[in-house]
């Protein structure tokens, strides 16, 4: 909007924060997400093939619980550096149409729209089951899983739709919507509060540095990050070792070499 | 029983079968166990100090995957093999009365009585939490924890019960009762496949050699065993390599020293 | 041998006690197997396919030790429990033919011979890498692989030797001998302090009882084991909870139901 | 030096490409740090107390492989938002004074001078062994270790020193230098390619944009990162999903709302 013209006001991007992305989205969505597929199915994780598209920190998330429950996890993810992190944290990295037929249990996190299609549907095996953890309820496309079934969609369980495609059965949670929030409770509140202090600090530093900022999008400023995590920390019990007067110094020069 | 002469007719142990107690109740009561503690609370477990007490296979299914969370683990045991295990495991290890104050979260799996007792609630911290995945609801002492909530007691959400000690609050969840059952479905049926499949298998067994069998207790036959593992793998489309015969030679022979 | 009448004194199976193979062949060979192949070929594990043959208690540990360093870990099993476990546990489990292209290192530790053929020498990939943690150089059919090479094979590091198949080249450490000895130094003290403490105290025990005894294979006596444990603890500083003596009364009792 | 105008020409940062600090700091230095401490110690990793002072992406590779090895670890960290992804990621979080005598084994990774000084030598265990993975040695406060040993220094194993304090001893690996390149051979060559192929590629940008280019740092050209990842991955055998038309327009456009 801002690359537009369409901005008319500053924007504090809250969702950057790093107290907000590295914690809610990864340990928040991570959990909530496990969460809500098994209150929906009540399937056994370990031994299972998982498919989780997006490597960003949502998907970072869903993949290490995936992990840390037995899941054998695929991931999919189109950006190079991102695809190679996943590969030597340990896991395998497919295209879309090699995980299809591959998977047990497809979750989405890309932030992208129709992730999964019509002939992924196709080649996915018998009773597959499909969440999404990203956008809205854009990430599978639905209407193509629709058509596919030719109107032969039932409830099996609270938030659990079968498609029948003829000769297999392909399940849906939460409708494609938001996984953890279709069916669970959203991130628990020992991550909430991290993301709310942000909004409440940034809203804040708007409110008192207004007259001085442009209509842009501005970081979150690094005190308020810091501020956050160092409540938080306290809040925990944990104590943080400041740095000596001597380390301040070093970290500060660049006559040191390497 | 068959100690005692109070056994009057043979019978067959069939939750000492390795398909069993392998699989349902480390995969199975693990994941189960993490599901229905989120459903009663929606806590955010990594981070957080979870107590397990016991390292049986009940409690090495929660504690992976609690670990598997982000938790920090302490393990409590009695046994000292199970607790050199835990330890070079990668997790602590404290007696109950060393946990009590550390634990953010606890969960008993020890199948015996009273693991935590009045001194052990009385140095717990202020919003400690209490899940049981063992036996009944003997694993916790209920009575001396509702003896010094002096009746204030009130339920905070479904399946979780605050117990007011005065200058701080316990929760506890599912009554002390089996958490995955309380609070959760119980077993994914991909676990419990073959739990019923021993249990029928075993069944069959007696009913075919109840002329040869004493007023005993008799393992489940090896043969089952390795049946329910094979036809388990068989669904999940996994091929076994068999020996060739030169290691069946091999591996029965005493002649080649080590 | 006791079966065939060809043992002719006692024998106490030490290598059976649990404070032997639950940490020297687990924690002891898993660390140490992955020390040798470092050493051997400094090659980084992260995002590796790494094949271990066996998944008995020296094949956990490697796979428990390959999986922390990032490999991606699949087992070869004959055993269907253990093959279900392992898979339950995460890993892919293949037949030793899948296995053989898949593959970029090999580990064995079956206690079997020739697991690697003729025919999986063949479709392996150029630059494979293997080595054995189990008996001897007899779990990898050398003289097939030699025959394959025809005389073409080099030392490119010290422990590791290169067989050109033509093609290929195929690298095997430590000549197929155990890999933990033959390029690392065999198993840390803090392990091996367990294992010779049960062989003193098992040679003690045949010492004191030997008249008692017959001519066959006896196993560790539990109390033994359980000192080895107890010791070791202690020089951990670890402490042992006892049981309460209503506990005690409770786990010695069949009235309490299940 | 920027800052101070001492730069009289353009640098890259090559250090600061992801596919440079993402993979050889992460990947490579966690290895390899394990990797020398074992060949220098043999010591079991299991159920040991690690320390691992700072949380960055060397820190954090350590500490990855040193809990995939079995220990106990604690994390410290200045940073508070790096302080509370340890936690999170369930490691322990201490300051330099809580984790003195609670470690047996201790690396520093900061950057930093004098993590580790006098006061924190003094409270160690007897038998403690310390390593450096971050800069020169300059991390240990080594004056003060030889002070407090009063010349009682002496070589215990190759690249193992100990320093006699009186009441215990010390133990350091590599003089407190970098203990990967010290006491075993540095990083793998399958994560030096990347961090080579970045300098390669980097150097050829300077070359060839050199007069358009102004005397600062500038970060390494996200074509490049993206090049180098895109080459390993290929080299690897992985295929990458590239965006379909849809997918490219719905990404940069900010018309459909989060």
């Known amino acids: 909007m801002a690359a537009d013209g369409a901005l008319s006001f500053p924007v504090v991007a809250v969702n950057e924060a790093l107290t907000k992305h590295l914690f809610d989205n ?27 598209a997006g490597y960003g920190w949502v998907g970072r998330g869903i993949v290490s619980r995936m992990s840390g429950h037995g899941a054998h996890v695929t991931v999919i993810e189109i ?6 992190e996943a590969l030597m944290d340990g896991y395998q990295v497919m295209t879309v149409g090699q995980a299809a037929p591959w ?58 739709q079968e498609f029948d495609l003829g000769g297999k059965k392909l399940n849906l949670i939460a409708e494609g919507r938001l996984v953890n929030l279709g069916a669970a409770e959203g ?40 501020e956050v995590a160092r409540l938080k920390l306290a809040a925990l019990g944990i104590e943080l070792e400041p740095m000596t007067a001597e380390q301040a110094a070093y970290v500060s020069s660049w006559q040191h070499g390497t």
């Open 26 to 52: 990864r340990y928040g969505t991570g959990q909530s997400t496990i969460d809500g597929i098994l209150r929906a199915t009540n399937i056994l994780i370990a031994g299972r093939n998982v498919v989780v």
């Open 79 to 84: 950006d190079p550096v991102r695809a190679l």
């Open 103 to 160: 998977g047990d249990l497809f979750v989405t996190a890309t932030g992208n729209v129709n992730v999964f299609r019509r002939e992924h549907f196709a080649s996915m095996k018998d009773g597959a089951i499909m969440a999404n953890s990203g956008h809205f309820d854009a990430e599978l496309d639905l209407d193509a899983l629709r058509a596919l079934a030719e109107g032969h969609v039932r409830d099996v369980r609270e938030n659990v």
């Open 187 to 226: 991130h628990p509140a020992a991550v909430m509060d991290m993301s709310f202090a942000n909004q409440a600090l940034s809203a804040e530093y708007v409110a008192l540095h207004h007259t001085e900022l442009e209509p842009r999008v501005y970081v979150v400023p690094e005190a308020i990050d810091a």
